[in-house]
């Protein structure tokens, strides 16, 4: 009797058990790719944040940082998107133009090289973009330079891409009018253009060009992760683009408590110690353990260059025609 009523109380548990795990609210956060990688900061985040929401989070990869924003807009108020993480300062006006993002009410300490008071979209990294070379390598320290040199690169397309749009602001802002001459020198560097980040770094590791766009940091990841300080960042004189990532939640999203949790969560010591780790961008919080050893080795540009939203939409249009026309000729 004691073995059928401990049987009996057993499968009554598992019974309560999957209830209970089938009626856990589900989270879906939208954003790009590398972030859900088995290298990325998904694989902590996930289970760190469902331990204190009592909650499922559903990560869900949209392609790379600028098709977050096409996704979303395609999709409308129809979206499962409760949150979406991975768009930067480069598409923030773009995307509160949409109507489908909610103010999240929240106030956290940022430590960022610029003050920050947007209401809906909440940072939580940042990074300057570069030209990531090989040791030995004598890179150009300019896209004058660059575009005078031999030196074969490969870069993102800024229409689905946050560092390809980047790398188009960066020129903008370097170069005005000038912008459309230096791609036109630029346009014989480039082996080819990749719809994202991983794939451009994928085919940069395997040899296929002297440099890759990314950022100042990802030397980092090499010297960390695999013992090996022979990447670099190329230091540029007229400076380097800043990025931001931030996160918002969705104006109709069914969950908005949690939708805020986790943004909450988001600029708290775990999710951000898990940054420079995985995600090898600078945290928008500095931990309390603080950076890694190695982040002090990193490239520090003397000049920080970055559009506020409004200008960034405002000559988003003429440095893609720019880029566009450069490109096919």
Known sequence: MRALLIAAGLTTGAA????????????TVYTYDSFVSDWGPGPQIEPAFEAVCGCELNLVAAGDGAALLSRIRLEGERTEADVVLGLDTNLVHAARETGLFAE???SPELDLPVEWTDPAFLPFDWGFFAFVHGEGFDAPGSFRELAESDTSILIQDPRASTPGLGLLMW???AYGDEAGAIWEGLADNIVTVTPGWSEAY????EG?????????????????????????AAPFDEGHYMQVEVAGMLAGSDQPDLARQFLDFMTGPEFQSAIPTTNWMYPAVTPPSGLPEGFETLTVPETALLFAPEEAAEVRDAALEEWRDALSR
Not at 202 to 205: D, S, T
Not at 209 to 231: F, G, Q
């Open 16 to 27: 309560a058990g999957a209830q209970t795990a089938e009626e856990r609210p589900e989270l």
């Open 104 to 106: 999240h009410g929240l």
């Open 171 to 173: 020129v903008k802002m």
């Open 202 to 205: 994928g085919l940069f590791l």
């Open 208 to 232: 296929e060009a002297d440099m890759v766009l990314s950022y100042t940091t990802s030397p980092a990841y090499h010297l960390i992760a695999e013992d090996d300080p022979t990447k670099a």
